[in-house]
């Protein structure tokens, strides 16, 4: 069984601060997981992933998340938020081992405030 | 990566009414796969669509409230029948982006945003 856990629907961030957004997870077996954005009124687009190589993941548009197995945690962090990174994120989990069935979060909203 | 169009991007449906959505990748794909995004909740898979075979459907989805199509590589159609305003949600398509990771990485459509009245 998996399942992912976001803390915060909705987080504001002026622009230029630091943007953390927090996911937790559960799984029964090592986890592969992902982060996604949606822009509005767009599909969800693949961030970054993790897959048991290096535990800082870099993703696109200066976005990083660390696995830290201890804490069951894979925050997403971005040093400096910009306006256009306004949008809905989703945090997303699957066994590892070929294809598996993705577990997603809730998403959380972040609003970047000028 | 695949790119997928979804039709319609949006409807607005009578209640007891059908509405068929259709999916084209414009790359072949073996699995297909139909989500729900509710207001305020996660993404939900509804099945999973093999070109020539039954489609594959999770826990609380039932063929005959959402009938799938898998005429081959590139289609897919999920179909949300005898509709009520609990059926109002976006319907996305997914298909498996790249499997050189081992990782299943989903690319998705751009949704198709029902409201039922």
């Known amino acids: 069984a998996q399942s992912v856990t976001q803390l915060g629907s909705h987080v504001s961030v002026s622009e230029g601060a630091l943007v953390l957004l927090r996911c937790n997870y559960s799984?029964?077996?090592?986890?592969?997981l992902f982060w996604y954005v949606q822009y509005p009124n767009q599909g969800l687009q693949l961030l970054l992933k993790?897959?048991?190589?290096?535990?800082l993941v870099k993703g696109i548009n200066g976005f990083e998340a660390e696995f830290k197995k201890s804490e069951t945690s894979f925050h997403l962090t971005k040093p400096s938020a910009h306006m256009s990174d306004a949008a809905e994120y989703f945090c997303?989990?699957?066994?590892?081992?070929?294809?598996?069935?993705?577990?997603f979060g809730i998403g959380t909203k972040l609003q970047v405030i000028p | 990566s695949a790119v997928i169009s979804q039709k319609p991007s949006r409807d607005i449906c009578q209640r007891g009414t059908s509405l068929t959505i259709q999916c084209q990748v414009d790359?072949?794909?073996?699995?297909m796969f139909w989500y729900r995004q509710q207001p305020g909740q996660s993404l939900t898979l509804i099945a999973t669509?093999?070109?020539?075979?039954?489609?594959?459907?999770e826990s609380g989805f039932v063929i005959d409230k959402f009938p799938i199509s898998r005429p081959n590589l590139t289609f897919s159609t999920l179909t949300v029948s005898n509709m009520s305003p609990e059926d109002s949600s976006i319907y996305l398509c997914?298909?498996?982006?790249?499997?050189?990771?081992?990782?299943?990485?989903?690319?998705f459509g751009a949704g198709s945003r029902l409201t039922v009245l």
């Open positions: 997914s298909v498996e982006r790249d499997t050189d990771s081992g990782a299943n990485v989903l690319t």
């Open positions: 799984s029964s077996v090592p986890p592969y």
């Open positions: 993790y897959t048991s190589a290096a535990t």
């Open positions: 997303a989990v699957s066994p590892s081992g070929g294809y598996q069935k993705v577990t």
């Open positions: 790359s072949q794909v073996t699995m």
């Open positions: 669509a093999n070109q020539g075979s039954e489609a594959t459907y």
